[in-house]
């Protein structure tokens, strides 16, 4: 079975930035495509980019597109979601997403 652990969230200050770190360990055969999600209080949850097995393709929302940047370390297994310029309406708990499995989210939270 495979694990997804996010981390990297946090409070952050509008304007700033946060990297978020999505690690997939267990029994993992070969890389996946990855995405991340994210959701709200009171709202769905919905996402926010994603990136392909050879990370040759890349994804994002509207909402996101040209701050965010999704990639992968060198080895596949770890993916990074960059988010700079951060706005109070990111402010949710943030998911990653593969392997058909969900990590445990980690909380972004944007507030002067």
């Known amino acids: 079975q495979v694990q997804l652990v996010e981390s990297g969230g946090g409070l952050v200050e509008p304007g700033g930035s946060l990297r978020l770190s999505c690690t997939a360990s267990g029994s993992i055969r070969g890389i996946a495509g990855v995405a991340w999600y994210r959701q709200a209080p009171g709202k769905q949850r919905e996402l926010v980019a994603s990136i392909s097995t050879s990370g040759d393709f890349t994804y994002y929302s509207n909402s996101v597109r040209g701050r965010f940047t999704i990639s992968r370390a060198t080895a596949g297994i770890t993916v990074y979601l960059q988010m700079n310029n951060l706005k109070p309406e990111d402010t949710a708990v943030y998911y990653c997403?593969?392997?058909?499995?969900w990590g445990q989210g980690t909380q972004v939270t944007v507030s002067s």
């Open positions: 997403n593969g392997y058909n499995v």
